[in-house]
């Protein structure tokens, strides 16, 4: 099996948008990742519902959305509304994790949980078996091109490791400063689904970096 490749929509050219949507709709992508940030939990503000909906309107690709932003419970129908097809919302900003998660099923999208470079993934335990994404932050959330945090690799290992021992189908997403320099690592430590912003948007050849990534197979993985 290959890792599952999501372009991350924030490294786009938002003058061209439609245009950098439908080269991922060409490429490989099997999701368009998209980052709400509101400018409260995160250092930085992204775009809200109207641009989800008009990304939705361009891409081929389910909508993988990432909420950087405090009590999500709030804009979860609404993310869901304009396309959403997954939902990840951070441990850090949800005071009853476990009814967020519950929620988001009940719209009909994935859940998914993520998880800031300082939280340990002990903290997971308790929702391995309801959540269907764990999104782990390998740089600091709220700006792209960051450099990656190499600690995320032993992170990914003991979530795996977690993963197996709950028998869980849970899948294992990272985000930040991924690209083909450590693409391989991360899928050799148990990730499932590489988010790659400035290493496909900026590339001289996106659609050839996604291939590249898609191509690493996934079963060297050994706990």
């Known amino acids: ?12 050219d938002f003058g061209n948008l439609q245009r950098d949507i439908e080269m991922i709709n060409q ?14 939990f995160v250092p930085n503000i992204s775009y809200g519902p109207a641009i989800v909906k008009e990304m939705g309107k361009y891409s081929t690709k389910p ?14 129908p609404t993310f869901r509304e304009v396309g959403a097809e997954n939902i990840s919302v ?12 519950q929620f988001i099923k009940d719209t009909g999208a994935k859940a998914g949980v993520a998880l800031n470079p300082h939280t340990s993934v002990s903290q997971l335990e308790n929702v391995l078996e309801m959540a269907d994404i764990f999104l782990i932050m390998s740089v600091n959330p709220g ?26 189908s849970a ?12 693409a391989e690592a991360l899928v050799h430590a148990g990730v499932d689904i590489l988010v790659a912003g400035s290493s496909v948007f900026k590339a001289e050849n996106p659609a050839e970096v996604v291939k590249r990534m898609k191509s690493i197979e996934t079963n060297t993985f050994v706990g």
């Open 1 to 12: 099996m290959s890792p599952l490749v999501a372009p991350s929509a924030l490294a786009a």
């Open 27 to 40: 490429s490989d992508s099997d999701w368009l990742h998209i980052d709400i940030m509101d400018g409260v």
């Open 63 to 76: 909508l993988d959305v990432h909420l950087m932003i405090i009590d999500p419970d709030r804009y979860i």
């Open 90 to 101: 951070h441990i850090e900003a949800c005071n009853h994790l476990h009814r967020t998660l």
């Open 143 to 168: 700006f792209g091109g960051q450099k990656f945090i190499y600690q995320t690799l032993e992170k990914v290992r003991k979530l795996k490791e977690m993963i197996i021992v709950k028998n869980s």
């Open 171 to 182: 899948l294992i997403e990272v985000d930040g400063g991924v690209g083909l320099q450590n």
